[in-house]
């Protein structure tokens, strides 16, 4: 399975942050979409991720201020990234090494989508379900042979 199977079962739908929003405008976006993960892009390009990981740092870091800071200040810069041909098991791999829930993708340079281990974990699942049903289909189309 490749990550452009994965992207076309889950779509490509893109949540975004600007940078310089405020971390507190990040966690909203995050909630109003039930999102872990928000790509931050500045003039068109991919910069960093902010996901609950960076948001938990902040909050042990800054306490009850957490909330006023830049999300520039807490994204993971320079994220690692997927591309559209990528395997299963490499990104699997890429994002075991690097600790990472969510990895963006990207085609020819543009942002083509985001897949998180759920996304993995759902595309697996249901190549196997349908393996499993065609396996159970051929095995029932088998002729009986009589017994001599």
């Known amino acids: ?25 990040g966690v909203v976006a995050m909630a109003e979409h039930d999102v872990g993960s928000l790509v931050c892009i500045q003039s068109g390009r991919l910069v960093g991720m902010l996901t609950f990981r ?33 395997d299963v098991d490499e990104l699997r791999r ?21 897949i998180s281990f759920h996304d993995i974990a759902k595309a697996v699942l249901t190549e196997q379900d349908q393996e ?3 396996l159970k289909a051929y095995i029932h189309d088998i002729p009986q042979t009589a017994a001599h």
Request: glycine content about 8%; proline content about 5%.
């Open 94 to 114: 890429l994002m075991l090494e690097t600790h990472v829930r969510y990895l963006p993708v990207v085609d020819n340079g543009s942002l083509a989508g985001v």
């Open 54 to 86: 960076e948001v938990l740092r902040a909050i042990r870091a800054h306490g009850s201020d957490w909330g006023w800071g830049k999300v520039a200040d807490v994204m993971a810069a320079n994220p690692p990234t997927a591309t559209l041909g990528m």
């Open 132 to 134: 499993n049903a065609m």
């Open 1 to 25: 399975m490749k990550v452009r199977e994965i992207l076309a079962l889950k779509g490509s739908v893109i949540f975004s942050v600007d940078p310089e929003q405020s971390l507190r405008e």
